[in-house]
């Protein structure tokens, strides 16, 4: 009987392997030039990890199980609480700003669909230990680099930045009660998506009035904070903030990569002013990458206070991105030699070259001894760019044959030139 | 409230995950120089692949659940069923042999102890569509080479190999109840471990006559196979296989990695042939790799026939041996380049040149303000090969100062020379 994988993971085959790997190669790339160092945490924690920190959406889209001594398990579905833990338990020991990347395996229950698994690989970038907005910008920085690392210019994505302090301040100045306020910014994560009609029946259904959703939409889709006043302290120092940040992104030239947009919320409870998301500039996909700031999340786990700012991004949307822009590289890493010996008794003398060409390259030697028409077929297959014929006469001479795979050119090479190859 | 990961599981901080990530370098390293391509399946499959099977062992350590939808879930705890199942899924599509190799997380519910962890990394090397004993040679050299990469030597580790069907001639010969043969197969697995006192009174209590005891014992100490004779087809098949791939090994020049132990019974039960593990030479430590050939397992999870060959090698093992024999590579990677701003308005020039510098080095810039003196301390502390020192002086005769973090040498550079560097 066959049995399939579960619903919304993959099976990578080579191929898609490699698509992956192509992935992480780039986010490593990018992480080491910031000089980020990787980190990673257990793929299971303590469920406590989501549920210690109440009101978040994670714990109902988390696998989550007992194990054998009755202990609530859950299969990680974000890096960022782990990253606390860690944190909080070295805190002393370790120097700050902490500069840290990791790419991880991670796990939602919900329902597959495009752009959306149960399995998926992510991205984390964090610096953590001070709560400048030189932070928050590299960070940014480091998004919009990881994108033209991939071959993405300006006209294929864009950064949509927010602050939470700022958008906390409207809502106070609106008198929303505290209790609406999760869902209203639910409500607002979504207007996109939802379209203004809905949109409006859905702030009405939170009872706000029409004034107020006339004053909330006007803000919402502001393009610059030099019209925006009557804040709270809090408010303004969530503008200060903003303002700086755009600032500092006119330094590293990356200003045209970045779009002020106060709809960004971000789900999770524990930003707690910048906010950010790279999407797609056709709007046609699920946000790439988002992030923001966590300055109370190591507390929250038991450490010091500690301010941080992240962002994670996962290999789904961005994999669909990129294929759909035809980013991925279109040369499948094939093997430099191919040896095929033509009888069995020259076995020996094929595994002796191949143990020389393997000192510098990728080696496969034939374990079949199918005829010499069949090991082309199969050399072909997997696209080895020269085949060793390893044959008696040839040997007696001291030498071998050298096929290449593309334009079929043979030559004869004598066995002590087989290192200079 | 600090929370602890789980028992059984490890935090990689950055000094650890460098260590994870120079093992898995080593084991890319050779899988390519060998022409295997990178796999991988999901690290939650369905229960199913381990039960259709059953009998086997591994089912009671697996971290098992059931998902929202009832769905019986298992954290996989080891990766051939899941490469039998992909294997099955796409034959037809697949060009035999298959050669591939996988690097992935797998969990066990084990008592954590020295070389034993609830959650590891598993290097996974198989070879099938053949059952050349060509295959068996190729994939225990890659075993062995892996080990060379790591700086280990032919007196820091062996490789012990048998064959099943060798083995089951002496237990048919010997006429051993067909039930009791899993009991004695676990038995004669942990020989090594018990002491003769208790393995042979394990044996006594299986039934098993002083007569079979001494013939049995005589057989599992055998260093060679000339004098094994009175075998069955299938143990002649097994003992013809052994001396083949004992040959070919030779032509590898690796025979002196390897030993003949008829007590190496591995405990999956899928293995059909070849059965083999890799030890270090002092017998300290747990088997640090195993595997063994399954030529009927693909047909198990629903394919066509497909022999098989592979292995096994979890990074607690071996991460423990290497860092016994002082293997793992001293020095930390550090940064390149330091950017240290001496005051706010140079900030953007410092970020300037992080830009130019980053084309070639990695480059951490200083991100909290703090004083030239702190963040020379800090520079030290990540380990940074320079310092940049950004100052408003220096930038007015268009220049920095470059120290050198060792020798505490420091010279202006002008920045139109930088690009140089």
Redesign the interface.
Known sequence: ??????RG??????EL??EL?YIFSKWREVS????Y??????????L??WT?KSGNEIPEQT??????SD?D?A?RPELTP?LA??I???QKEL?K?I??FSIG?F?R?EAPQSGRLR?FFQFNVD?L??D?M??D??VIAMAIEVMIAFGCTKDDFYIRISNRKLINAIFNEMDIKPESIKELSRLIDKSDKIGEKEFESGLKGLGLKDAQIKKLKNFLSLKSLDKIKDLDENGKSGLRELKELLS?L????FSEYVELDLSIMRGFDYYTSTVFEVFDRKKELRAIAGGGRYDDLVKD???EPCAGIGFGMGDVVLGLFLKNLGKFPSSVNG?DY?IAPVSEDV??KA??IG?IL?KK?????????RSLSKLMD?AN??K?KSLVIVGKKDLDKKEVTVRQMDTGKEEKLKLDKLGNL
């Open positions: 009987m066959k049995i399939q994988g579960l993971t993959r099976d990578f085959y080579p392997m490699q790997n080491k030039k910031y000089g160092q990787e980190f990673d945490g257990p793929l299971l924690e303590p406590e990890l210690l696998y989550r199980f007992k194990d054998k202990s398990i299969v782990t833990r860690m909080a338990a070295k120097t700003p500069k840290w395996r796990w229950y399995e610096c230990g001070t400048s030189k932070a910008t590299e500092y006119e330094s590293y030239e786990f038991g450490g093997i191919f076995y020996p595994v002796e143990s393997r390259y990728s080696v496969c030697i034939d374990v079949t001894g199969y297959s997997i080895a």
